[in-house]
C-alpha cells in the first residue's frame, strides 16, 4: 500500500523550520489563550524575563510581566485589537523577575482557526532599551546643539529643499535680516528669493541646489541680500552639507 505523503512532508518540513525561527529568534515570542495566560515562550522571552525555566512563565497572565501603571492601557490595547482583529506594536515597560523595569515594544498577531475566529495570542517582544537610550542620547545632543546655534554671534540658519525653506533659525539670523524666526521658517520659496539681491540669486540658490545634491561647491562666498526694511546688506556665508531630521539640510553661517 503506497501513499504519497509529500503535502505532509512539507508542512512537517514547514512546522520545523517555524521552531528553529521561534526558537532561535533574539526577541521574545510567547503564545497564549485570549485570557492572556500564557502557553509556551521561547528562550529569548525567557532571557529578558530572567527565568531559569519556562515554568516561571507559563501559566501565567500575560499582564503580571507588565508594570502596573501600564496594564490597563495594555488591556485597553488588546481588547481593541481583539475587536479590531488586527494587531499592534506598542511600547511597555515590561517586568523581569528582579523586578527591574525593561522597555519593550510588543508586537500582538491572534491565532485563529479555520472558521477564522479567533483562539489565541502571539506576543513578539523587543527589547528596546539601548534604542532607547541612543534617542535619549540624541536629544540631549540636539539639545546642546540648538543652545550653541541660539548662542551664536553669528546667523545661521539650516535649510531644506528642494524648494529652500528654513527649518531653523537663530536670534542673530533674525537680526541681521530683520525678520522673526517664524516668519523665517514659513516664507515660500518666491519669499525667499526675494530676500536675495536680484543680481546674486543666481549663484545663491544654484549653489544651495548644487550643495543639496552633494556636488562640490565653495564653502564661503559673499552675497548681497535685501533687508526687511528695504536696505542692501553685504553677507558673508559658510555653508555646508548636513542631516537635519533624518533629511539632507544646508546649514549656512552667516556675517554681516
Known amino acids: 500500500i503506497i501513499r504519497d505523503v509529500t503535502e505532509r512532508k512539507k508542512v512537517e518540513e514547514e512546522i520545523r523550520r517555524f521552531s528553529v525561527a521561534v526558537r532561535m529568534s533574539l526577541d521574545g515570542i510567547l503564545t497564549g489563550d485570549l485570557n492572556g495566560n500564557i502557553a509556551d515562550v521561547n528562550d529569548a522571552a525567557l532571557r529578558m524575563y530572567?527565568?531559569?525555566?519556562?515554568?516561571?512563565?507559563?501559566?501565567?497572565?500575560?499582564?503580571?510581566?507588565?508594570?502596573?501603571?501600564d496594564r490597563t492601557r495594555a488591556l485597553?490595547?488588546?481588547?481593541?485589537?481583539?475587536?479590531?482583529?488586527?494587531?499592534?506594536?506598542?511600547?511597555?515597560?515590561?517586568?523581569?523577575?528582579n523586578r527591574?523595569?525593561?522597555?519593550?515594544?510588543?508586537?500582538?498577531?491572534?491565532?485563529?482557526?479555520?472558521q477564522g475566529e479567533p483562539i489565541g495570542f502571539v506576543d513578539i517582544i523587543r527589547n528596546i532599551a539601548e534604542r532607547k537610550k541612543a534617542e535619549l542620547a540624541l536629544k540631549e545632543s540636539e539639545t546642546r546643539y540648538r543652545s550653541l546655534v541660539e548662542q551664536s554671534l553669528a546667523g545661521i540658519i539650516i535649510a531644506q529643499g528642494p524648494a529652500v525653506h528654513g527649518v531653523l533659525v537663530n536670534r542673530a539670523m533674525t537680526n541681521i535680516w530683520g525678520y522673526t524666526a517664524e516668519e523665517f521658517c514659513s516664507m515660500s520659496p518666491q519669499q525667499i528669493e526675494k530676500m536675495i539681491h536680484p543680481e546674486d540669486r543666481s549663484l545663491f540658490f544654484k549653489s544651495f541646489?548644487?550643495?543639496?545634491?552633494?556636488?562640490?561647491?565653495?564653502?564661503?562666498?559673499?552675497?548681497?541680500?535685501?533687508r526687511k526694511d528695504g536696505n542692501v546688506i553685504w553677507l558673508e556665508i559658510s555653508a555646508g552639507l548636513i542631516e537635519y531630521n533624518g533629511r539632507p539640510a544646508v546649514q549656512g553661517i552667516f556675517t554681516d
Not at 475587536?83 to 506594536?89: A, D, R
Not at 527591574?100 to 479555520?114: L, N, S
Open 50 to 69: 530572567g527565568g531559569t525555566d519556562k515554568r516561571d512563565m507559563i501559566g501565567k497572565n500575560v499582564l503580571d510581566f507588565v508594570v502596573e501603571r
Open 209 to 226: 541646489k548644487d550643495r543639496l545634491e552633494g556636488k562640490n561647491v565653495p564653502p564661503h562666498y559673499e552675497f548681497r541680500a535685501l
Open 76 to 97: 485597553q490595547d488588546s481588547m481593541e485589537s481583539m475587536k479590531t482583529g488586527q494587531g499592534k506594536t506598542i511600547e511597555y515597560r515590561a517586568l523581569a523577575k
Open 100 to 114: 527591574t523595569e525593561i522597555p519593550v515594544e510588543i508586537t500582538t498577531a491572534f491565532i485563529r482557526d479555520e
